[in-house]
């Protein structure tokens, strides 16, 4: 598995300029090459003809670029001509690469990148976070980039492939996502009871990177791996999206709730860690009693979870948890991610 990390540049004027300079030029040629190859008859293979990529390596990777561009429209049959408009480079290991052994006091890494000066490359500095530094201990840095123009500041995209690591876990811990509590675990563990109030203080900010909401539940999802070490989590496939099941003012009143995030922060962390996390239907999750199997919506009455059938009792969230890791099939515990989508 492949995954993208962000690596902010800090580039002086001078090479701001020289890199803004790069990035139109590539921009254009981009372009030029997809008006060209959209009136060829037939786009197939992964290469252009060599006659449209003579003129050094920025053209010729231009020019593979639109190549690809236009055989992706003309597959799904587009009818209109594409056009690039991103203000980003896509860098091989000729034309971009993390220069080894150096660093200075203020950065901790530096691109060596091509410019449209000939035989005159650009270095530019960087800042690691700790994510990626963690990522490297288990994955291995791919020898290819993307730069990035956003917003007048510059960021390189690297990409870090992980080895597939087979679980053997011999348990799955259901986790249920709420708003009052961020995380309600299968055994009976409750976590981020401060995640609401915390959404509530927070919700008029603007942030850069990840909100605090965003990084408190980072946090809510190491604590519940290092409270489970070696098992698997079993989670909702859809939260709190979804005409179907929520009503237009409960999407309202919660449509700045991350609902999906500490789901993805766990796959996050289970590829580096070694464990699976498994997606399921969650249809009645909530209003299922996990004793006797008995469905209603009347089972639930706010956090409370009281059986109509047989009289079980608990909370709703620790309820749903439990009915999360019993959706996941006892056969066949450990899927192939295309497989988990629809286990109910």
């Given at each position: 598995m492949?995954?993208?990390?962000?690596?902010k540049?800090?580039?002086?004027?001078?090479k701001?300029?020289?890199?803004?300079?790069?990035?139109?030029?590539?921009?254009?040629?981009?372009?030029?090459?997809?008006?060209?190859?959209?009136?060829?008859?037939e786009?197939?293979?992964?290469?252009?003809?060599?006659?449209?990529?003579?003129?050094?390596?920025?053209?010729?990777?231009?020019?593979?670029?639109?190549?690809?561009?236009?055989?992706?429209?003309?597959a799904?049959?587009?009818?209109?001509?594409?056009?690039f408009?991103?203000?980003?480079?896509?860098?091989?290991?000729?034309?971009?690469?993390?220069i080894?052994?150096?660093?200075?006091?203020?950065?901790?890494t530096?691109?060596?990148i091509?410019?449209?000066?000939?035989?005159?490359?650009?270095?530019?500095?960087?800042k690691?976070?700790?994510?990626?530094?963690?990522?490297?201990e288990?994955?291995m840095?791919?020898?290819?980039?993307?730069?990035?123009?956003?917003?007048?500041?510059?960021?390189?995209?690297?990409?870090?492939?992980?080895?597939?690591?087979?679980?053997g876990?011999?348990?799955?811990?259901?986790v249920?996502?709420?708003?009052n509590?961020?995380?309600?675990t299968?055994d009976?563990?409750?976590?981020?009871?401060?995640?609401?109030?915390?959404q509530?203080?927070?919700?008029?900010?603007?942030?850069?990177?990840?909100?605090?909401?965003?990084?408190?539940?980072?946090?809510?999802?190491?604590e519940?791996?290092?409270?489970?070490?070696?098992?698997?989590?079993?989670?909702?496939?859809?939260?709190?999206?979804?005409?179907?099941?929520?009503?237009?003012?409960?999407?309202?009143k919660?449509?700045?709730?991350?609902?999906?995030?500490?789901?993805?922060?766990?796959?996050?962390?289970?590829?580096?860690?070694?464990?699976?996390?498994?997606?399921?239907?969650?249809?009645?999750?909530?209003?299922?009693?996990?004793?006797?199997?008995?469905?209603?919506?009347?089972?639930?009455?706010?956090?409370?979870?009281?059986?109509?059938?047989?009289?079980?009792?608990?909370?709703?969230d620790?309820?749903?948890?439990?009915?999360?890791?019993g959706?996941?099939?006892?056969?066949n515990?450990?899927?192939?991610?295309?497989?988990?989508?629809?286990?109910?």
């Open positions: 492949i995954k993208t990390y962000t690596i540049l800090y580039p002086n004027k001078n701001a300029k020289k890199l803004n300079s790069l990035v139109s030029f590539w921009r254009d040629h981009v372009d030029h090459k997809i008006k060209i190859f959209w009136e060829f008859d786009v197939k293979g992964s290469y252009p003809p060599k006659e449209h990529s003579t003129g050094g390596r920025l053209i010729r990777d231009a020019s593979v670029k639109a190549w690809q561009i236009v055989k992706g429209a003309k799904t049959k587009q009818e209109d001509k594409p056009a408009d991103g203000f980003e480079i896509d860098l091989n290991q000729f034309s971009a690469y993390i080894e052994d150096f660093e200075t006091t203020e950065f901790d530096w691109f060596n091509i410019s449209l000066e000939k035989h005159k490359r650009l270095k530019i500095s960087g690691k976070t700790p994510v990626f530094n963690a990522a490297l288990t994955g840095l791919k020898k290819s980039f993307k730069l990035i123009r956003k917003n007048g500041d510059y960021y390189m995209e690297c990409f870090v492939e992980f080895p597939e690591v087979e679980s876990n011999t348990n799955v811990i259901g249920d996502v709420g708003i509590h961020a995380a309600v299968s009976g563990v409750f976590y981020g009871s401060d995640v609401r109030d915390l509530k203080r927070t919700k008029h900010r603007a942030y850069k990177g990840l909100s605090a909401v965003k990084q408190r539940l980072n946090a809510i999802a190491k519940i791996v290092d409270d489970h070490p070696k098992q698997d989590f079993a989670v909702e496939q859809l939260l709190f999206k979804g005409k179907d099941s929520r009503t237009k003012a409960f999407r309202r919660h449509n700045r709730w991350a609902y999906n995030h500490l789901s993805k922060q766990l796959e996050q962390i289970g590829i580096v860690k070694g464990f699976d996390v498994i997606r399921v239907n969650p249809k009645y999750t909530s209003q299922t009693c996990p004793v006797c199997g008995f469905i209603s919506r009347g089972n639930r009455n706010y956090e409370s979870f009281k059986c109509l059938e047989c009289g079980f009792t608990g909370h709703a620790h309820v749903g948890a439990i009915n999360i890791s959706r996941v099939p006892k056969d515990p450990y899927l192939k991610p295309t497989e988990r989508n629809d286990l109910l």
